[in-house]
């Protein structure tokens, strides 16, 4: 029978007997674990050389000896001598040390669990019966992907751990385009404060008692202004509570992440930012759009439909060779179109309006500067959309040429 433990080893004696493949790879995780390793070996092979190089770990270039176990916590064999495996193990035994044996077919006091880690939690596996490290390490893959997916209940139970605020960037809209940090932070999350646009579908697969406070700002209907959400975010985390600010795309992209994360640390609050997909690569993406292509496109000029149209702005609608892309610019567009008229960009500048990148109801409208206006109004183009402004919008940028097809068919 077995019973697992979890033990610090941080700052503690460990012993390792042998210099081979078998000690390099759980050197590393002894190390990672804090642990004082001493190495007894006559020879080290190049990766447990690299490692006691790196960490100036103490080694002692000679066979083992029984008395070497004396003063360790733990102590890992793997002469590759079953032998020699068997007396350290014996000598530990005698002594009360623990003793992982790595011979083939050998049981010491204690093994080493395949672990899965995320955040905090460490979830391992070990066997009663004979060592499988292939099992073992199927079942910590498959536990590690669930636990990585966020689709097991990694919420504290217990209050009493600080709380904190995570910012996650939660891409265009699909759970599945969100990283596995950020979904693993919502697994997580006490609170979740969540816009309108972004990944909407993850909220339902939150527990029931998790608070979801939704602060979407729809055009035109009332917001919650960004110095009430700042306050909430800082009040729930002041309550002991993990607080996720979930944001459509990434959160430093027009998404006041800066001014959240600024009040967080006014008001002395722990707070981490994870990167989305922002709308400003992907939706164009979601529409064939690359907003860089080689020989097409060399820069991208992102802005806010909303601000005034600045100099730098016309500057990249007329340069033909950056591709412009506008968030928040649907209402925005004739303005936007007159002040780039007016500056000489010409009227046969492609444009393509791409509405919901990313959902079932994504759909591109493919114009130009000079008819967007009437394109867009005739089709009802709504928010939220990106507008992409240069040649790459061009229909059929990424098809075959159909004159090379024929020539190469000749
Ligand atoms: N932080 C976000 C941008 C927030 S501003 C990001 O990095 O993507 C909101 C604007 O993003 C919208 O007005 C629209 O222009 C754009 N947007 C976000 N998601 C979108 C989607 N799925 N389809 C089209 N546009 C989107």
């Known amino acids: ?27 590393q995780r002894l190390l990672d674990d804090g642990a004082r390793v001493r190495i007894v070996a006559p020879l080290l092979s190049p990766e447990v050389q690299d490692l006691v190089d790196a960490h100036s770990l103490e080694w002692l270039p000679r066979p083992a000896r029984t008395t070497d176990v004396d003063g360790a916590w733990l102590v890992h064999t793997a002469t590759g001598v079953p032998r020699v495996d068997a007396l350290i193990a014996a000598a530990c035994e005698e002594r009360r040390i623990l003793c992982v044996n790595a011979s083939d077919g050998a049981h010491g006091t204690a093994r080493l669990a395949a672990e899965a880690r995320s955040g905090d939690v460490v979830v391992g596996v070990v066997s009663d019966a004979g060592v499988d490290p292939r099992r073992a390490a199927r079942l910590r893959d498959t536990i590690g992907a669930l636990l990585r997916d966020g689709r097991l209940p990694l919420r504290r139970r217990r209050a009493g751990a600080a709380g904190r605020v995570d910012l996650v960037g939660g891409g265009p809209g699909p759970t599945d385009l969100m990283t596995l940090r950020g979904r693993r932070l919502l697994a997580e999350a006490d609170v979740v404060v969540a816009d309108r646009l972004g990944p909407t579908d993850v909220l339902s697969e ?31 985390a002041r309550a002991g509570k993990r607080v996720v600010r979930l944001k459509g795309g990434d959160p430093f992209v027009y998404g006041r992440g800066g001014e959240e994360v600024a009040a967080c640390l006014a008001a002395g609050i722990p707070v981490e930012v994870v990167p989305g997909l922002t709308s400003v690569v992907s939706v164009p993406q979601a529409a064939g759009i690359p ?11 992102i802005v806010n ?49 791409v509405e919901n990148g990313h959902t079932p109801h994504q ?25 992409v402004v240069g040649e790459v919008a061009r229909a059929g940028l990424l098809m075959p040429d159909p004159s090379l097809a024929e020539g190469s068919g000749r």
């Open 206 to 236: 939150l527990d029931p008692d998790v608070e979801v406070i939704d602060v979407g700002k729809r055009p035109n209907h009332h917001p919650v202004p960004q110095h009430e959400i700042n306050a909430l975010l800082v009040a729930h």
């Open 305 to 353: 439909g909303q601000a005034e149209t600045s100099e730098s702005t016309l500057a990249a609608l007329a340069d033909e060779t950056v591709t412009t892309v506008v968030l928040m610019g649907v209402a925005a567009l004739p303005r936007l179109v007159r002040a780039a008229e007016q500056a000489g960009v010409p009227a046969d500048r492609p444009i393509a309006v």
């Open 363 to 387: 759909r591109t409208t493919r114009t130009t500067l000079g008819r967007v206006v009437a394109d867009a109004a005739a089709a009802g183009v709504q928010n939220p959309a990106v507008i």
């Open 291 to 301: 907003v860089t292509h080689r020989g097409t496109a060399a820069g991208v000029h």
């Open 1 to 27: 029978m077995t019973t697992m433990l979890g033990i610090s080893l941080a700052g503690r004696d460990v012993l390792m007997v042998g210099g081979g493949t078998v000690t390099a790879r759980r050197l």
